[in-house]
């Protein structure tokens, strides 16, 4: 059957769960294997020859779903991949990024009923929860995450800015497009929708991300004082003013426009810390 003649107003992929259950089955074990063997390269990003074109066309897909909204059928431009290429990272829990499951985490894999509910504790509770050498390290760690947010944050906006005026332009050409079937404007409806989810996903998980940052933080001078701190807190208010600066969509979906390292992400219980 022909995807774009599919009902647009249903998502496309009604396989029986039987079906995805054997896929993945399949598809686990070689993805394992290939993770077992230290599937990150240099800067944490993945060896080239285990990435595909469309390995993260997946951001889009579960957006929808999780929206309950239909999944288009039609294939991604340039720029909507690389939004989606984009997001992965912002998504991703940063302590998985080089861990060995990496691999079954970038394909999608490894979240068959969606991605893990956020916990603004979790990023702490792994940083007190591993061992370093000295408690700086620990400050380094979360000082590395942090900088690397900021960085990522307006390079994905810059794509989304892109895709949303294209998207924009795809709307107005509903009325010059001559012969246009139900199922043409259904899957590019749901697909300026899905990059709008898409959005909005980074939206919410970079404004987490800040907030779990400062709890760390916070857990951090309680436990272990360090100067470095101050340099840390530097790198928080930067990220904060990047997110805040790239703010672009409004709504429930959505995230809010920054998050302040205050009392507010303090109302947690402490997390225990092991020894330096």
Not at 3 to 27: D, I, K, M, Q, T
Request: glycine share 6%.
């Amino acid at each position: 059957m022909n995807p774009l003649r599919s009902n647009p107003a249903a998502p496309r992929y009604r396989s029986p769960r039987h079906v995805h259950a054997l896929v993945r089955a399949l598809a686990l074990p070689t993805l394992l294997m290939l993770g077992a063997c230290s599937a990150n390269g240099d800067f944490d990003r993945l060896k080239p020859n285990l990435v595909s074109d469309d390995i993260h066309a997946w951001v889009g897909r579960d957006a929808a779903r999780e929206a309950g909204v239909p999944v288009s059928g039609l294939p991604l431009t340039d720029d909507e991949r690389t939004l989606r290429d984009l997001a992965y990272p912002l998504i991703e829990p940063p302590f998985d990024r080089a861990r060995w499951y990496a691999i079954i985490n970038e394909y999608g894999l490894s979240h068959r009923d969606g991605w893990p509910k956020y916990a603004v504790g979790g990023y702490s509770a792994k940083l007190m929860g591993k061992h370093y050498r000295s408690a700086t390290a620990r400050y380094d760690k979360l000082n590395n995450d942090i900088r690397d947010d900021a960085l990522r944050v307006p390079e994905f906006f810059a794509t989304a800015r892109t895709v949303l005026d294209l998207d924009g332009k795809r709307a107005e050409s509903f009325a010059y497009v001559s012969a246009l079937t139900r199922a043409e404007q259904g899957n590019a409806t749901a697909r300026m929708a899905e990059n709008k989810l898409v959005i909005g996903w980074v939206e919410r998980s970079v404004a987490e991300r800040s907030a779990a940052y400062c709890f760390a933080l916070q857990r951090l001078v309680i436990a272990t004082p360090d100067p470095m701190a101050v340099e840390v807190e530097r790198s928080l208010t930067l990220l904060n003013a990047r997110i805040a600066e790239n703010h672009m969509l409004a709504g429930p979906r959505f995230g809010p426009a920054a998050v302040i390292c205050g009392p507010q992400v303090a109302v947690a219980g402490p997390i225990p810390i092991i020894s330096k």
